[in-house]
């Protein structure tokens, strides 16, 4: 067998092309992992990106040249390829002007999950650190970011394609302006891991992830998705739990069409969330199927948008942010607990609606009771 890092620089090359794709290499022990990345750099190839934590490089390649070769290497954990996976928002017409449609600034879903009750107890969620993992966040006067990182350029967090700070306003959005979401003081970081048209890679995704983790993050919300399965995904959510993260995944759009939820809501390790109605019923648009723990509201839901705008948008997305801005909150109440203990009180004190176990979970998010 050739030696490791002499095979990883033939399958692997410098630039993209149409007949190349990205993929992902997982290595057993540190030491071959620096020394690939030693001999990389020495051959004048530069991987996609590298997460040292997960012994993880990303690098493009041709296409099914080499890679079961370098799969069934002993020192290889893992070789698979660099999926991209979609936000989990709904397409909705622009509001004509705020004043129209705004008449509180406690919206009706942040009422229905019974977030305001548990704001004086935990002081609104003050010190407890949340992550979108998501298109970035848009400045905005209804917004108060602490900080972020864009994992795909480097540069900057802000949002261009509005789906992240949609997804940031339900969580924490301060009531300054106008509306007031679930976790008003929480200290919010924009981790930009989708692009402009809502798509990213898991590599993209794993860099964020330990980026949380390395500053002491660990309530993370994830509004995306995919239908097929990454084994690395569910090895850094896997790795994130045990490092004390509350992950929340929205459960994905795909109705009843696929009998399966998508992943990284499907791992055990998220708390995936469903998609309601005003009227307290399964979204048509929600995906069916095990491991759905939770539902709350995600149709046409108002929060932030660019440019300092506000928008109604559907989706489980919309539904995600709820529970991870309740995960806050019962976090600034009770300090000291664990990732499995905040899933459990959001679960035991769901309201029961109709829809069954596949459709809604244990049933509505209720931050107030579960925080007793």
Known sequence: MKPLAKQLSQTVKRTPTSRTERRNIVFRRSQDYHSCLKHLSAAGIRPVKQVDSMRMICCHGDKGAYWKQLRSHPRIALVERDRKVKAHGLA????????????????????????????????????????????????????????????????????????????????AATGRRRIYGVAPKVELYAVKVLDENGSGFISDIIE???WCLARGIRILNMSFGLAADSALLRNAIRQARRRGAVIVASAGNSGAALSQIDAPARYPETIAVAATTRANRAASFSSRGRGIDLSAPGVSILSTWLHGTYRRESGTSMSAPHVTGAAALLRGVRPKLTATEVARRLKQAALRIPGGKTAVGCGLLQIEPAAR
């Open 92 to 171: 909705s017409p622009k509001l004509p002007g705020l004043s129209a449609v705004v008449k509180s600034r406690i919206p009706w879903n942040v009422h229905r999950v019974k977030a305001p009750p548990v704001w004086p107890a935990s002081n609104s969620g003050a010190s407890i650190k949340i992550a979108i993992l998501d298109t970035g966040i848009a400045r905005h006067p209804d917004l108060a970011i602490a900080g972020g990182v864009n994992t795909i350029t480097g540069k900057s967090y802000a949002d261009d394609n509005g789906h992240g700070t949609h997804v940031a306003g339900i969580a």
């Open 208 to 210: 964020g992830i330990e």
